[in-house]
Nanobody, 129 residues
Framework: VQLQASGGGLVQAGGSLRLSCAAS????????KGWFRQAPGKEREFVATISGSGGSTRYIDSVKGRFTISRDNAENTLYLQMNSLKPEDTAVYYCAAASVPLNLQHGNSYYDSRRYNYWGQGTQVTVSS
């Protein structure tokens, strides 16, 4: 079982990037999936999550209106479209999957990285000012 993240790179402030996370080894169509990021010297933080069907999404406040999480279950792939990037978005971005579906309607358990039991290797996003 593997998650492979890609799509990171160097971009100027205001630019866009699209991250992808391809899953292999099993079908993740029912799993809650998410993106986390970790900047140098900081703890890993939640960015966005999406339900198994793709019908529900949640975002950290700092990326609302700029980032869009989506999934293609037929292709077993997760995406994160990032627009209007800011230097503070610079981090290693990780995709993750939770085999026990998370409740996106109540509470904030989806913020907790310990709820996700599959992780990709990370892809570097660097936003220059």
């Amino acid at each position: 079982v593997q998650l492979q993240a890609s799509g990171g790179g160097l971009v100027q402030a205001g630019g866009s990037l699209r991250l992808s996370c391809a899953a292999s080894g099993r079908t993740f169509s029912t799993y809650t999936k998410g993106w986390f990021r970790q900047a140098p010297g900081k703890e890993r933080e939640f960015v966005a999550t999406i339900s198994g069907s793709g019908g529900s999404t949640r975002y950290i406040d700092s990326v609302k209106g700029r980032f869009t999480i989506s999934r293609d279950n037929a292709e077993n792939t997760l995406y994160l479209q990032m627009n209007s990037l800011k230097p503070e978005d610079t981090a290693v971005y990780y995709c993750a999957a939770a085999s026990v579906p998370l409740n996106l309607q109540h509470g904030n358990s989806y913020y907790d990285s310990r709820r996700y039991n599959y992780w990709g290797q990370g892809t570097q996003v660097t936003v220059s000012s």
